[in-house]
């Protein structure tokens, strides 16, 4: 039972910046990697950038530079740093964690509601 709650998306104009909260809440054991993704109106969902539990970091290449995700392990949350936003990165944005589980020490995917990030020319 883990729920994973994503904040802090908005309307901002190009160049801005923002910054994205995701907070794991349950039985949760620890988090191995945890990511962000997100989904434009008629596209895929893809991979925005990643963490793994020891720290190491994946970037999509249109955001290299401009994101930076970081996590924190006794909040169970992870972020992501947006700045110099652009109109191409308007989309959803969701938060993925792989949640090893208290009681039976799985490990399962989750998956966040999803936080609108717009970004206005």
């Not at 998306?9 to 994205?20: E, K, M, P």
């Amino acid at each position: 039972q883990v729920q994973l709650v994503e904040s802090g998306g908005g309307l901002v104009q190009a160049g801005g910046s923002l910054r994205l909260s995701c907070a794991a809440s349950g039985s949760i054991l620890s988090i191995n990697a945890m990511g962000w993704y997100r989904q434009a109106p008629g596209k895929q969902r893809e991979l925005v950038a990643r963490i793994t539990s020891i720290g190491s970091t994946t970037y999509a290449d249109s955001v290299k530079g401009r994101f930076t995700i970081s996590r924190d392990n006794a909040k169970n949350t992870a972020y992501l740093q947006m700045n110099s936003l652009k109109p191409e990165d308007t989309a959803v944005y969701y938060c993925n964690a792989g949640v090893v589980q208290m009681m039976w020490g799985g490990v399962n995917d989750y998956w966040g509601q999803g936080t609108q990030v717009t970004v206005s020319s």
